[in-house]
């Protein structure tokens, strides 16, 4: 992991939280790991994140449980000893909310992080897409040709019986 936060619960223990990648980019690919103070064992974690503009859906990617508007925090697949959220991206720039409930033997914890994203790598997407069909615009007019060309020399041979 690149980058670790504490948060402080409101128990007064903390979870903390990893990324692979800092800063965090919008639309960006990345892993986040989630360790509460004394392990996930005999423990339920959630995390509700809240984008920019007030969306509590927030996470794009893969998501494998959900309570609500919470996902239920699943083991990492890699660090099966923490809780994880493997290939999730955050689909807008600007400052996020992480809302945790942390649900335990010794009751709920809950706690907050804010996470700012940064615009996404690269140049915009409507960009991107036309320099990637660039290339298939002669695809695209070849077919064309061909397709007007057979439809010219089928209607110029007329209706025939062969057997």
Do not use: C
């Not at 339920?44 to 998501?63: C, E, N, Q, W, Y």
């Not at 290939?87 to 809950?110: D, M, N």
């Amino acid at each position: 992991m690149v980058h670790t936060e504490t948060v402080r619960m409101s128990d007064r223990s903390t979870i903390t939280v990893s990324f692979t990648e800092w800063p965090i980019r919008a639309l960006q690919s990345l892993d986040f790991t989630f360790e509460p103070a004394g392990g996930v064992e005999g423990r339920t974690g959630l995390v509700t994140t809240v984008s920019p503009s007030g969306d509590r859906a927030g996470l794009k990617g893969i998501v494998l449980q959900r309570r609500g508007d919470s996902i239920v925090l699943p083991r990492h697949p890699r660090a099966r000893q923490v809780w994880g959220l493997d290939v999730v991206s955050l689909p807008e720039e600007g400052t996020w909310r992480f809302e945790f409930v942390v649900e335990g033997p010794g009751g709920t914890s809950t706690g907050v992080l804010p996470i700012q994203a940064i615009a996404p790598p690269g140049p915009p997407l409507a960009l991107s897409w036309t320099i990637a069909l660039v290339p298939w615009a002669p695809v695209a007019l070849l077919l064309a040709y061909g397709w007007r060309r057979a439809r010219t020399i089928r209607r110029a041979a007329g209706p025939a019986w062969s057997g």
